[in-house]
C-alpha cells in the first residue's frame, strides 16, 4: 500500500484593507496586491470539486492490500522467482525453490476458501 498526500483545494476568503474612490477600484487595488491583507480573519468558504484535487505519492509500499493474503502470497512468489534466477549458488537456489513451491501450496489453499464452506454449513444448520 502506498502513502499519498492529497491537495484538496478549497476557497478561503481573506479580507484586504484597501483606500480606493469606488467599489471597482478598491477590487482593482486588491488585485494589484496593494492594501493590507487581514490573514488573522481568513475565513473558509467551500471545498472544490474533488476532480480539481491532485495526489501525489509520499512513500512506495507494497502492492497489495495489507489483509489481502492472496496478492501477499502472489507477490513473495514473485520475489522469490526473482532471486532464485540471480542465485548462482546451487544449494541456495533449492532452497529458494522450495519456498516458492510451499507458497503456490499456499496459494491453493487461499483459493480453495475452505472456510467459505465451514461458514455455509453453520449457516445452514
Not at 31 to 44: A, L, R, V, Y
Not at 71 to 96: M, P, R
Not at 113 to 118: Q, R, V
Request: net charge negative; charged share 35%.
Amino acid at each position: 500500500m502506498n502513502k499519498y498526500t492529497v491537495y484538496v483545494l478549497e476557497i478561503h476568503q481573506v479580507p484586504i484593507h484597501v483606500e480606493a474612490t469606488s467599489k471597482e477600484h478598491a477590487i482593482e487595488k486588491a488585485m494589484s496586491c496593494e492594501g493590507t491583507w487581514q490573514t488573522d480573519e481568513s475565513e473558509f468558504v467551500e471545498t472544490c470539486d474533488s476532480d480539481t484535487w491532485f495526489a501525489e505519492l509520499t512513500e512506495e509500499g507494497e502492492p497489495f492490500e495489507p489483509n489481502d493474503r492472496e496478492a501477499y502470497t502472489l507477490n513473495k512468489i514473485k520475489e522469490l522467482s526473482g532471486l532464485a534466477k540471480k542465485e548462482a549458488n546451487a544449494h541456495f537456489k533449492e532452497l529458494i525453490d522450495g519456498s516458492i513451491e510451499d507458497l503456490k501450496e499456499e496459494l491453493k489453499f487461499i483459493r480453495a476458501d475452505p472456510l467459505k464452506n465451514i461458514i455455509k454449513e453453520v449457516k445452514d444448520d
